[in-house]
């Protein structure tokens, strides 16, 4: 633990602003500025408060918007799924009981919370966000303390704008450099978990600087963040920079006049000091990442698309030798292969992680002029109805329905298969989103992870491929 | 929240690394607005096919198994989403403690908030335990929270760490909400502090 004048990383500036208490044992009582609800983690704690007696004590820190199970079709349609209409009536009869703001379904503004947060400028630099759901890391890009909670928690939180934390542990993940051409933030990521493995970052909250980190924009910063939770860390978060205020000003949420600059003085504050400590380092070469993707069930499963598929046999440990082989028969993939060549079923481009319009644009740029192959089912799915209509208005959705992409509406959608946008039984996926898990997609789909550009190149190919073939003067 | 003192019960052997939450509940499971009722959803895919009947060599499938109280598992258990949904179906089979190597955070937490003790060892010792757990039905392990030891079914003890402020909330079944109201005036005097007045509502546009 450090002494107040050493010196602090971000994470440790955020974290002393927000403590109310420090009980005898180092648990703190933290101070939550933004909660973010949805309606599959939320019914049981709203239930929990009305069974107590107990208000939500802050509605004007709250946020409601419904996203894992909303419908990316019509909807102008009845929901037809009895259970997931039953879960959005509720969050809806509860934000209204409790005095909650929420955007509804049909709200242009509605769309997956970590798109919105950030977009509405509801979530800001230096606040502590959460919401429970593990990929509220996203929010960390704008250099805040972001993370996601259990339903317990989420109670805890409506009732006391508070949660009883212990500190993390700080760890550095440095990309000096510069990415080469069909190379992206999702790439960067993909290599980081690559190198940590799934649980690295248990314990830790990441904070990602360096170069490379520097020169992405918002979106690509939130692909990082997003993905922390992949890595194994409960939060990832960018110090805040010019590029975060130019991002947040003007946007609806976001204070204004004086209140801005006021603000802006203090996230100008909160760069971690030099010779802050921190308890764990990684550096990456971001000229050595390649474009990337998942070739088995679990996020730490990297390899570059120019690589081979490992075989059991590559190790002495019998546990990870079983592992392989496991994954491999699950996958429906040789040993030693390589992935480029191999026929995909469905593309499915969007989620938190990828679905916002710096995604598309970068996705459409590889579809505009080719088609989708007859056999793959193709979806673009944008994170809210705002990427949606602002995709619109510079004619992507044009691009994407002509090639053959379906082009729906905001929501989650294939990420996790709750609503009916699903995988059939041992269908092959490359897919923009953060999860590759056995039946993530749907029971039996198998996932691979990748960069919009690379979900795009296997669309119009057919197969999974290295997205700089298609691009000119990028070999 | 159901108090956790001393269990002796049976354990399950899962020998598998990055056991993430949607092996633990699949989302299809997650359209309830209920806490209970979920442990028949438990493993879903690991435990039936595609018909909805039981396979038999999943673990708690067999009948040794059907009514363990314990998990052990490798690395890296709970990782992937936070649904709490997670314990709620894990406590609902009848599971009240969990054994691995590593466990991941946001699971980790969500488990102490439902009277589930999870208890991170070392890998040898888990396999230790797995090993124990293989003997089946009549191999019963106890955990006592009390002492903080697990004893194994030939005796031995096997000691535990546990974060002190947990095991006194499990131990007395406590209550996070009313214990932090108690707090309430610490956190009034939290809200007033002058340095927080740029953050705007969510109440109405900020415009
Ligand atoms: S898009 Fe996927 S990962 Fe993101 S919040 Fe929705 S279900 Fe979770």
Same mark, same amino acid.
């Given at each position: 633990?450090?002494?107040?004048?050493?010196?602090?990383?971000?994470? #440790?500036?955020?974290?002393?602003?927000?403590?109310?208490?420090?009980?005898?044992?180092?648990?703190?009582?933290?101070?939550? #500025?933004?909660?973010?609800?949805?309606?599959?983690?939320?019914?049981?704690?709203?239930?929990?408060?009305?069974?107590?007696?107990?208000?939500?004590?802050?509605?004007?820190?709250?946020?409601?918007?419904?996203?894992?199970?909303?419908?990316?079709?019509?909807?102008?349609?009845?929901?037809?799924?009895?259970?997931?209409?039953?879960?959005?009536?509720?969050?809806?009869?509860?934000?209204?009981?409790?005095?909650?703001?929420?955007?509804?379904?049909?709200?242009?503004?509605?769309?997956?919370?970590?798109?919105?947060?950030?977009?509405?400028?509801?979530?800001?630099?230096?606040?502590?966000?959460?919401?429970?759901?593990?990929?509220?890391?996203?929010?960390?890009?704008?250099?805040?303390?972001?993370?996601?909670?259990?339903?317990?928690?989420?109670?805890?939180?409506?009732?006391?704008?508070?949660?009883?934390?212990?500190?993390?542990?700080?760890?550095?993940?440095?990309? @000096?450099?510069?990415?080469?051409?069909?190379?992206?933030?999702? #790439?960067?990521?993909?290599?980081?978990?690559?190198?940590?493995?799934?649980?690295?970052?248990?314990?830790?909250?990441? @904070?990602?600087?360096?170069?490379?980190?520097?020169?992405?924009?918002?979106?690509?910063?939130?692909?990082?963040?997003?993905?922390?939770? @992949?890595?194994?860390?409960?939060?990832?978060?960018?110090?805040?920079?010019?590029?975060?205020?130019?991002?947040?000003?003007?946007?609806?949420?976001?204070?204004?006049?004086?209140?801005?600059?006021?603000?802006?003085?203090?996230?100008?504050?909160?760069?971690?000091?030099?010779?802050?400590?921190?308890?764990?380092?990684?550096?990456?070469?971001?000229?050595?990442?390649?474009?990337?993707?998942?070739?088995?069930?679990?996020?730490?499963?990297?390899?570059?698309?120019?690589?081979?598929?490992?075989?059991?046999?590559?190790?002495?440990?019998?546990?990870?030798?079983?592992?392989?082989?496991?994954?491999?028969?699950?996958?429906?993939?040789?040993?030693?292969?390589?992935?480029?060549?191999?026929?995909?079923?469905?593309?499915?481009?969007?989620?938190?992680?990828?679905?916002?319009?710096?995604?598309?644009?970068?996705?459409?740029?590889?579809?505009?002029?080719?088609?989708?192959?007859?056999?793959?089912?193709?979806?673009?799915?944008?994170?809210?109805?705002?990427?949606?209509?602002?995709?619109?208005?510079?004619?992507?959705?044009?691009?994407?329905?002509?090639?053959?992409?379906?082009?729906?509406?905001?929501?989650?959608?294939?990420?996790?298969?709750?609503?009916?946008?699903?995988?059939?039984?041992?269908?092959?996926?490359?897919?923009?989103?953060?999860?590759?898990?056995?039946?993530?997609?749907?029971?039996?789909?198998?996932?691979?992870?990748?960069?919009?550009?690379?979900?795009?190149?296997?669309?119009?190919?057919?197969?999974?491929?290295?997205?700089?073939?298609?691009? @000119?003067?990028?070999? | 929240?159901?108090?956790?003192?001393? $269990?002796?019960?049976?354990?399950?052997?899962?020998?598998?690394?990055? +056991?993430?939450?949607? =092996? +633990?509940?699949?989302?299809?499971?997650?359209?309830?607005? =209920?806490?209970?009722?979920?442990?028949?959803?438990?493993?879903?895919?690991?435990?039936?096919?595609?018909?909805?009947?039981?396979?038999?060599?999943?673990?708690?499938?067999?009948?040794?198994?059907?009514?363990?109280?314990?998990?052990?598992?490798?690395?890296?258990?709970?990782?992937?989403?936070?649904?709490?949904?997670?314990?709620?179906?894990?406590?609902?089979?009848?599971?009240?403690?969990?054994?691995?190597?590593?466990?991941?955070?946001?699971?980790?937490?969500?488990?102490?908030?439902?009277?589930?003790?999870?208890?991170?060892?070392?890998?040898?010792?888990?396999?230790? $335990?797995?090993?124990?757990?293989?003997?089946?039905?009549?191999?019963? $392990?106890?955990?006592?929270?009390?002492?903080?030891?697990?004893?194994?079914?030939?005796?031995?003890? +096997?000691?535990?760490?546990?974060?002190?402020?947990?095991?006194?909330?499990? $131990?007395?079944?406590?209550?996070?909400?009313? =214990?932090?109201?108690?707090?309430?005036?610490?956190?009034?005097?939290?809200?007033?502090?002058?340095?927080?007045?740029?953050?705007?509502?969510?109440?109405?546009?900020?415009?």
């Amino acid at each position: 633990m450090h002494k107040p004048s050493s010196p602090r990383t971000l994470y #440790d500036k955020i974290w002393d602003d927000h403590v109310v208490l420090t009980l005898e044992d180092g648990t703190c009582l933290l101070y939550i #500025d933004r909660h973010l609800l949805h309606e599959v983690t939320s019914p049981q704690a709203f239930e929990g408060l009305r069974a107590a007696g107990r208000p939500v004590r802050r509605p004007g820190a709250t946020f409601a918007v419904a996203d894992h199970n909303v419908p990316t079709s019509d909807r102008s349609l009845p929901i037809k799924d009895q259970q997931s209409r039953l879960q959005i009536e509720t969050l809806e009869r509860n934000v209204e009981e409790f005095g909650v703001p929420y955007f509804p379904l049909l709200s242009r503004k509605q769309g997956i919370a970590h798109v919105v947060g950030p977009e509405q400028g509801i979530s800001l630099p230096g606040m502590t966000i959460v919401c429970g759901d593990s990929h509220t890391s996203t929010h960390g890009a704008l250099g805040s303390l972001a993370f996601g909670i259990g339903t317990s928690e989420v109670e805890h939180v409506l009732a006391t704008q508070t949660l009883l934390q212990k500190r993390a542990k700080n760890m550095l993940v440095r990309v @000096e450099g510069q990415i080469g051409p069909g190379v992206t933030a999702k #790439d960067i990521m993909l290599a980081i978990i690559g190198r940590t493995g799934t649980a690295g970052g248990t314990g830790y909250v990441i @904070e990602y600087a360096g170069s490379a980190v520097r020169a992405l924009d918002m979106a690509g910063r939130m692909t990082l963040c997003n993905m922390s939770i @992949e890595a194994g860390a409960r939060a990832g978060m960018v110090a805040p920079d010019e590029t975060t205020f130019a991002y947040v000003k003007g946007r609806p949420y976001a204070p204004k006049g004086e209140a801005f600059e006021q603000a802006v003085a203090y996230w100008r504050s909160l760069r971690s000091d030099d010779g802050a400590h921190y308890d764990k380092e990684v550096v990456l070469d971001a000229a050595e990442i390649k474009p990337s993707l998942t070739w088995g069930t679990s996020p730490e499963d990297v390899m570059a698309i120019d690589g081979l598929v490992p075989s059991p046999d590559e190790t002495t440990d019998p546990a990870k030798a079983e592992r392989i082989r496991r994954t491999l028969s699950y996958m429906g993939l040789e040993a030693g292969q390589k992935l480029a060549g191999t026929p995909v079923d469905a593309v499915f481009i969007g989620s938190c992680t990828n679905s916002r319009i710096e995604d598309l644009r970068a996705a459409a740029a590889i579809v505009q002029n080719r088609k989708v192959v007859p056999s793959v089912r193709a979806m673009v799915v944008p994170g809210s109805g705002l990427v949606r209509q602002q995709a619109e208005a510079e004619g992507l959705d044009k691009i994407f329905r002509d090639a053959g992409f379906e082009w729906r509406e905001a929501g989650c959608s294939m990420c996790l298969g709750m609503n009916p946008d699903k995988l059939e039984t041992q269908q092959r996926c490359a897919s923009t989103s953060n999860r590759n898990f056995e039946g993530r997609q749907g029971p039996q789909g198998r996932t691979h992870l990748c960069s919009p550009s690379m979900a795009a190149a296997a669309a119009v190919t057919g197969t999974l491929c290295d997205v700089r073939e298609l691009m @000119e003067g990028a070999r | 929240m159901e108090k956790f003192t001393r $269990l002796t019960t049976v354990a399950a052997p899962l020998p598998q690394e990055n +056991i993430d939450t949607d =092996q +633990i509940i699949p989302a299809r499971f997650l359209k309830t607005i =209920q806490r209970t009722g979920l442990g028949k959803h438990l493993f879903a895919d690991q435990r039936y096919d595609e018909q909805g009947n039981e396979k038999p060599d999943f673990v708690l499938n067999k009948p040794a198994y059907r009514k363990a109280g314990i998990l052990i598992t490798l690395d890296n258990l709970g990782c992937g989403s936070s649904r709490e949904h997670a314990p709620w179906a894990l406590q609902d089979f009848g599971i009240r403690c969990v054994i691995a190597p590593s466990i991941a955070d946001i699971f980790h937490s969500n488990c102490f908030k439902n009277g589930l003790l999870p208890i991170r060892l070392p890998l040898d010792i888990c396999e230790t $335990l797995m090993d124990d757990a293989r003997q089946g039905e009549n191999a019963r $392990l106890t955990v006592d929270l009390e002492k903080q030891q697990i004893i194994r079914p030939d005796g031995e003890t +096997i000691p535990f760490d546990v974060d002190p402020f947990w095991r006194h909330n499990l $131990l007395e079944g406590l209550d996070n909400i009313s =214990q932090t109201l108690l707090r309430e005036g610490e956190i009034e005097q939290f809200e007033q502090r002058a340095n927080r007045a740029w953050i705007p509502s969510t109440e109405g546009e900020n415009s």
